[in-house]
C-alpha cells in the first residue's frame, strides 16, 4: 500500500503563483509514475501533469508553459503553478501507479479569484 498526502493549496489571485506537494509512504518501492489531477466543480476530473522514473514530463495543454511538475527522490512530488488562472480551480489530486496498483491522495483546494 501508498499513502499520499498532498499540501499547499490554498486562495490566490490571478497571475500569482502556488507551490504543491504530495509525499508518498508505504511501499513506495513499487510505484513508477506520479501525476497530478485535478476536479473542478461541476466537472470531471482531468490529468495535469505526469512525471517518470525517468523523469520525463507529460503536460496537459491547459497548464503547458505555466506548471512544472518535479519530485525529489522517490517520495514527494511538487507541482509549481504559476500565472494562475480562474479557471485553474479545482481540487488537486496526487496520483501515484506502478505495474500492478494506483493510489491517490485526498486531495487539496486551489482557489483562483480574478
Known amino acids: 500500500q501508498v499513502q499520499l498526502v498532498e499540501s499547499g493549496g490554498g486562495l490566490v489571485q490571478a497571475g500569482e503563483s502556488l507551490r504543491l506537494a504530495c509525499v508518498a509512504s508505504?511501499?513506495?518501492?513499487?510505484?513508477?509514475?506520479m501525476a497530478w489531477y485535478r476536479q473542478a466543480p461541476g466537472k470531471q476530473r482531468e490529468l495535469v501533469a505526469t512525471?517518470?522514473?525517468?523523469?520525463?514530463t507529460y503536460y496537459a495543454d491547459a497548464v503547458k508553459g505555466r506548471f512544472t511538475i518535479s519530485k525529489d527522490a522517490k517520495r514527494t512530488v511538487n507541482l509549481q503553478m504559476n500565472t494562475l488562472k480562474a479557471e485553474d480551480t479545482a481540487v488537486y489530486f496526487c496520483?501515484?501507479?506502478?505495474?500492478?496498483?494506483?493510489?491517490w491522495g485526498k486531495g487539496t483546494l486551489v482557489t483562483v479569484s480574478s
Open positions: 512525471i517518470a522514473d525517468s523523469g520525463t
Open positions: 496520483w501515484a501507479g506502478g505495474y500492478v496498483s494506483e493510489y
Open positions: 508505504g511501499s513506495i518501492f513499487s510505484i513508477n509514475t
